[in-house]
């Protein structure tokens, strides 16, 4: 089940330094804790300056095989999001940082099925922070967004085809590594798209290991007539880390950050910092490659 070639990219993506400076990266943030039934999931929360209230990004991360319980808050995300006036929540998904439960793989083992209960139950994990989000007095819980990378992009997409509060999505190459070997992943997914009414941005690079993963989906949303875009970009090489067959993947880390972070912070502007009644209901460039 578990992909060495991955295993081996990821551990050292993430073990490195960042690319960017200090300055360049970090953001202040509060560790906090919220409860998803008997499991307690540990978030990092990110405010810009101000009394707000400010629209909330809910950001999934991906794995990170051989540094599950490290706490890694993604502060180039709570940075890259909080300077664009949002209020950002980055759960540790269950089984990693200080997050109760057992690690993905360990529950999983080589088990197909049982891997999209698990992916499900860590949406259920998603959903749950929306209470915790109610508590924080400069949120605006009418206006959130849910975001993720890999592993996370796939629990965006099942968390948001199950629920209406998300006023846009962001599904940055979800389940690329997996997608051409996983058919119970793939059914999921479609299935989830199906479902899914939230407008949503699609990303993935053409040296990732694939791009179907998120052009299938794309499909489906451009079929049923919901609004999205997607966003091919061009082949991505890290700097850091071991050279795999999806390098194009790292393009939503730290390293790539600069590629993307101007059409993530435009599609959320365009569903979370105007009225409800200004929003137009149009596809918005489903084909669009860069």
């Not at 846009?168 to 190459?173: F, M, P």
């Amino acid at each position: 089940m578990r992909d060495w070639g991955t295993f081996l990219f990821l551990t050292l993506l993430f073990s490195a330094p960042a690319a960017h400076s200090q300055s360049d990266t970090e953001s202040a943030y509060a560790e906090v804790f919220y409860s998803n039934g008997k499991l307690r999931i540990q978030a990092y929360l990110y405010k810009p300056d101000g009394d707000g209230p400010f629209p909330v990004v809910i950001y999934n991360h991906g794995t990170r095989d051989g540094r599950e319980r490290a706490s890694v808050p993604f502060q180039y995300i709570g940075k890259m999001l909080t300077r664009a006036g949002y209020v950002v929540l980055v759960p540790e998904r269950r089984g990693y940082g200080k997050s109760d439960g057992p690690v993905w793989w360990q529950e999983v083992g080589n088990d197909q099925p049982r891997l999209i209960t698990r992916l499900q139950a860590e949406a259920d994990d998603v959903l749950a922070a929306i209470d915790h989000l109610r508590t924080v007095r400069v949120a605006d819980t009418r206006r959130i967004a849910i975001m993720g990378w890999s592993f996370g992009g796939i629990v965006t997409m099942l968390a948001a085809s199950r629920s209406s509060a998300f006023l846009a999505a962001v599904d940055q190459a979800g389940g690329a590594l997996s997608w051409d070997g996983h058919a119970e992943l793939r059914r999921a997914l479609i299935d989830a798209a199906g479902k899914n009414k939230t407008p949503t941005l699609f990303m993935v690079a053409k040296n990732d290991r694939t791009t179907s993963s998120v052009t299938t989906l794309a499909e489906v949303f451009e079929k049923r007539g919901v609004p999205h875009r997607i966003i091919i970009y061009e082949p991505f090489t890290p700097t850091q880390g071991t050279k795999v067959a999806a390098p194009g993947h790292a393009v939503f880390s730290a390293q790539g950050a600069s590629v993307w972070e101007g059409d993530v912070v435009r599609f959320l502007g365009r569903y979370l910092t105007v009225r409800a009644s200004d929003k137009r209901d149009d596809v918005v460039a489903p084909n669009v490659q860069r």
